[in-house]
């Protein structure tokens, strides 16, 4: 059965969120895992994959766009919209709504900002997977 985590940050900034989409992206990869960041628009994905690219300096996180010539080769997929299936078995959800291709995934990773809408939309999110038949955990940052 999927796995559906919820982390919420202290902090209200996006940018705390978009970082601890990177840490979770290198401690799955290196457990073997493929990952798909889910993002809103074609916009987040150029910051996802800007910030991939500037995560360490010491290491590199490697990493495509849906859509790029090499992103069938790649441990760690970016795209706004429905993940390639059997592409990944991660995924880290980036929108405010819950992923509805939750049954495609091993694991599902919410990130929740200390922020009262992202906040509310976590909520509704954690509802959602329930509603679906999962027991969402969550962990306070």
């Not at 992202?118 to 038949?133: E, H, I, P, V």
Request: hydrophobic share 40%; aromatic share 8%; with cysteine.
């Amino acid at each position: 059965m999927t796995q559906v985590n919820f982390y919420t940050l202290s902090s209200e900034e996006e940018v705390s969120k978009l970082q601890f989409a990177c840490r979770l992206c290198e401690k799955a990869i290196a457990l073997g895992h493929r990952v798909f960041i889910q993002v809103v628009d074609d916009t987040d994905c150029k910051i996802v994959d800007d910030l991939l690219w500037q995560f360490k300096a010491a290491s590199f996180l490697p990493h495509a766009i849906v859509g790029a010539e090499s992103d069938d080769t790649v441990p760690i997929l970016i795209g706004s919209g429905d993940c390639p299936a059997d592409a990944s078995d991660v995924l880290i959800n980036l929108r405010s709504e819950a992923c509805q291709q939750h049954q495609q995934f091993g694991r599902i990773n919410e990130i929740i900002t200390a922020d009262e809408a992202s906040l509310a939309a976590g909520r509704d999110s954690y509802r959602f997977y329930q509603s679906q038949g999962y027991q969402p955990e969550t962990h306070k940052l």
